[in-house]
């Protein structure tokens, strides 16, 4: 839609931030996102600075119906960040942090990472659920559901959540919590997007740190059938304290691999140990078990160097495609299925993770929130990364392909923040028997759809 310039001038005086236009300096840098294969326009970007310019920018799309689209972090993989020719409310410099160490908790601001988080709760030797990549944004995270290091032991990142402020598409501002505005604050815990905008979380903190037993023990790509079978058996009985993932990909070139490594397939074990370092090292001692180990980089170090440890291999603008799955169990057949993709990665930054979750997680009632999966020990998310245009097609192909083989053995349900922009069709799949309860909240909260943008949940 166009819209005259003297509507855009007066939004321009108005609003209590800044608007960006196509052919202002700042605007195509504010309109990349860390998914390079999204190249999108809006005509217009609404750089918030409050609840109050959100509600402004919120307005004044209504008025002049135009597309919302709604940008945290910007690292969502569909890319929702980003709308054509609507407006983009953008909340990324709203960063604030408050801590309280009594009641150990935090207040976010919208536009925070999780290094922005980590930052001013670590100090404090506190920290919450949150991802393993420092720059993903505490606002898209959490909205899906939410999961990192310490989910088995302290669950989800919607199981800490305690309340939240919200603008609604009408331009009201609610306040969502067990006790006021209770069915919104069900649907907000893993609805994603759907139901408005988060102006301000409230996270529970738990003591973590500020250093923790950590690292990678890396094994030659011939020792997958060992380390997966064994991988899989050991995770099923360790303790909540522990976290285990596993990643399969081409080595990049780490300073503890030998150079031969560098570039060939090889199978890492990723491990945090969220109590006593003292403890943690015995418990991961049958780790080394598991194959010849090729090299391992393990010991106490900062959370917060924990969290960015694996930012250079997830850095922005690479081109990316991701297709997931969640597992109760990894058998010898879905086992199979993950060598046998590993072993023809379609580009040097193709992956394959099984994050491992589980404990906590799963002693939450799933219709206690929007996020249901609870039988879901495992997330896997079958990683296409490239840079060329050119090599899109093979590797979307070796994605899809590897997702359908693995399907037959995945559980219920799936994580709604590793769904692409195709798979509208997986949505209710995703949310699995809570589907037609977050239907009914969007009819009472967003009738119109405003809020689309999204993994949508339409009100129908």
Request: aromatic letters at 10%; hydrophobic letters at 40%; proline letters at 5%.
């Amino acid at each position: 839609m166009q819209l005259p310039k003297a509507v855009i001038d007066d939004f321009k005086t108005l609003f209590q931030g800044a608007v960006l236009l196509s052919g202002d300096a700042e605007y195509d840098k504010a309109r990349q996102i860390w998914n390079a294969m999204i190249d999108r326009r809006p005509a217009l970007i609404a750089l918030c600075t409050s609840a109050e310019s959100v509600v402004q920018a919120v307005n004044f799309a209504r008025q002049h119906g135009l597309l919302v689209s709604v940008r945290g972090g910007g690292h969502n993989i569909a890319g929702n960040a980003v709308c054509d020719n609507g407006l983009m409310i953008d909340l990324s410099t709203m960063k604030g942090v408050e801590v309280d160490t009594v009641t150990r908790r935090a207040s976010v601001e919208p536009g925070c990472t999780l290094a922005d988080f980590d930052a001013a709760v670590q100090p404090h030797g506190l920290a919450t659920p949150l991802g393993i990549n420092s720059t993903t944004g505490v606002a898209g995270l959490t909205l899906g559901g939410g999961f990192g290091w310490l989910s088995r032991k302290y669950g989800m990142t919607v199981d800490n959540l305690l309340g939240a402020d919200v603008v609604m598409a009408d331009g009201r501002q609610l306040h969502a919590s067990e006790t006021e505005n209770a069915d919104l604050f069900w649907g907000l815990r893993g609805g994603g997007g759907n139901f408005g905008i988060v102006t301000r979380f409230e996270f529970q903190l738990h003591p973590v740190g500020p250093e923790v037993l950590s690292g990678l023990i890396v094994y030659p790509f011939d020792e997958a059938k060992s380390v997966v079978t064994a991988f899989a058996r050991f995770s099923e009985q360790m303790p909540d304290d522990l976290n285990v993932w596993m990643v399969i990909r081409k080595a990049p070139p780490l300073p503890f691999l030998p150079e031969e490594a560098h570039g060939k397939e090889m199978i890492a074990l990723a491990l945090c140990y969220a109590g006593n370092p003292a403890e943690g090292e015995q418990l991961i001692q049958p780790l080394r078990g598991f194959g010849k180990v090729l090299g391992e980089h393990v010991g106490v170090q900062p959370y917060t160097a924990w969290q960015q440890a694996f930012d250079p291999l997830l850095a922005p603008g690479a081109r990316n495609y991701w297709k997931s799955h969640n597992f109760s169990r990894i058998g010898d057949e879905v086992a199979d299925v993950i060598i046998e993709y590993a072993a023809r990665l379609p580009s040097p930054q193709c992956e394959i993770f099984v994050g491992t979750i589980g404990g906590q997680t799963t002693r939450v009632a799933p219709e206690a929130m929007a996020y249901s999966s609870r039988d879901a020990n495992y997330v896997m998310n079958v990683h296409g990364r490239w840079d060329a245009v050119a090599d899109d097609e093979r590797c979307i192909a070796w994605a899809r392909e590897f997702f359908a083989r693995s399907k037959p053995f995945a559980s219920s349900g799936a994580y709604i923040n590793f769904l692409t922009q195709e798979e509208s069709d997986r949505i209710a799949f995703a949310y699995g028997t809570v589907y037609k309860r977050l239907v009914e909240i969007k009819k009472k909260y967003d009738p119109t759809n405003f809020f689309r943008m999204n993994q949508n949940i339409k009100p129908d």
